[in-house]
């Protein structure tokens, strides 16, 4: 019984490869799953971001890093043949494209001298020598170590290179930029309880989904795809969102709004989503905690940029804290649960890594 059970589970998994490329079902509950680009976010995540949900990501203060995972998501679609939309308020879609960063593409060798700058270790060159590949990633952070297993869902990126132009146009991508969107008279139309700029935002989504053959509820006539929908400092004020602006905003749910709308689109469709937020202007607590009920998978990101941690010894080997503040529970009675809540990270000159960080340390300098 078990075992007739378990290859008719593979067979499954290989047919559901084979329609979408660039993904792979979740060994825990045969949800198909895609990567965000970091090798070791999807490993915190639960193995990857499942198809049809949302990943919100909390912006650091200065953005650097919560724009960066929003290059590597966008990358990785690049790379596996997936279709794209970008929105942003700030930035044309056009320019995020061309700052990406090159991939490594399953160079094993490339890919083992990024890990090795990711050390600060030195070591003889007779010992480097002598080393082998399998060694080099025994030693490795745990989070790191169980994805350098498989090259083939996930890849690598040198963020000291940017993607060729040939590339980035390999893919079909669609793109949402406010500004030419915003009509010359707003008060002809009436958007009831969401601003204008997300009702535009959501009907050019949908528009995408029905129109491109994204929808999981019509019958597909050609090779399946994924759609994949980043969303650039949603919630900030480029949007024509108030919610930074006090306590009690005219528009407190506009926001939720559409995440609520969003989510029910991604669930019957084909795509994934991934969304950066500035959570840490909006002063109402309890929008926050509404906006991270409507995500589906969410992470907090916290720099050392301009705070006294930079300056600190004790913190001198990261840039950033990396705080899981959700994950889904997906056809499943419980949600994947990440071996530690303790979480770094740090961008050298071509890997962005999440690691575990030493809790003793991080103790001490809260001390300080």
């Not at 991939?103 to 094993?108: I, K």
């Not at 400092?233 to 005219?250: A, F, K, R, T, Y």
């Not at 959700?326 to 009675?333: D, E, G, V």
């Amino acid at each position: 019984m078990a075992v007739c059970a378990s290859t008719s589970f593979q067979r499954r998994a290989r047919s559901q490869r084979a329609l979408a490329r660039g993904t792979r079902p979740s060994l825990r509950n045969g949800q198909l799953l895609l990567s965000t680009g970091v090798p070791s976010l999807d490993y915190i995540i639960g193995g990857g971001l499942a198809v049809g949900t949302l990943l919100l990501v909390e912006e650091d203060r200065y953005e650097s890093y919560s724009r960066m995972l929003l290059k590597y998501f966008v990358a990785e679609g690049i790379v596996c043949g997936h279709s794209l939309f970008i929105a942003s308020a700030r930035d044309h879609p056009e320019e995020i494209l061309q700052e990406l960063p090159a991939p490594l593409l399953d160079d094993v060798i490339e890919i083992d001298e990024a890990v090795r700058e990711t050390e600060d270790n030195t070591t003889t060159a007779a010992s480097q020598n002598s080393m082998t590949i399998a060694w080099r990633y025994q030693n490795l952070p745990k989070i790191q170590t169980a994805l350098m297993s498989s090259s083939r869902f996930g890849h690598y990126y040198d963020v000291s290179k940017t993607m060729s132009t040939e590339l980035q146009h390999s893919v079909k991508c669609h793109s949402f930029f406010l500004p030419d969107e915003v009509p010359l008279d707003l008060s002809v139309t009436e958007f009831g309880n969401m601003n204008f700029g997300y009702v535009k935002l959501l009907r050019s989504i949908q528009r995408v989904i029905r129109e491109e053959g994204f929808d999981g509820a019509c019958p597909q006539t050609k090779q399946r795809n994924i759609l994949r929908i980043g969303i650039h400092s949603l919630g900030s004020m480029l949007w024509g969102e108030d919610i930074g602006l006090g306590e009690n905003p005219e528009h407190a749910y506009s926001l939720t709004k559409f995440l609520y709308a969003l989510r029910g689109l991604l669930r019957t469709s084909l795509s994934a989503c991934f969304i950066t937020v500035p959570a840490y202007l909006i002063q109402n607590k309890a929008i926050i905690g509404r906006v991270v009920k409507l995500s589906d998978t969410v992470i907090g990101l916290e720099s050392f940029n301009g705070s006294e941690r930079a300056s600190n010894p004790l913190y001198k080997d990261y840039h950033g804290l990396l705080h899981v503040h959700q994950i889904p529970r997906l056809n499943s009675l419980i949600c994947d649960v990440p071996d530690t809540k303790d979480l770094a990270f740090k961008l050298k000159r071509k890997l962005f890594t999440i690691e575990e960080a030493d809790i003793n340390l991080l103790v001490h300098a809260h001390l300080m």
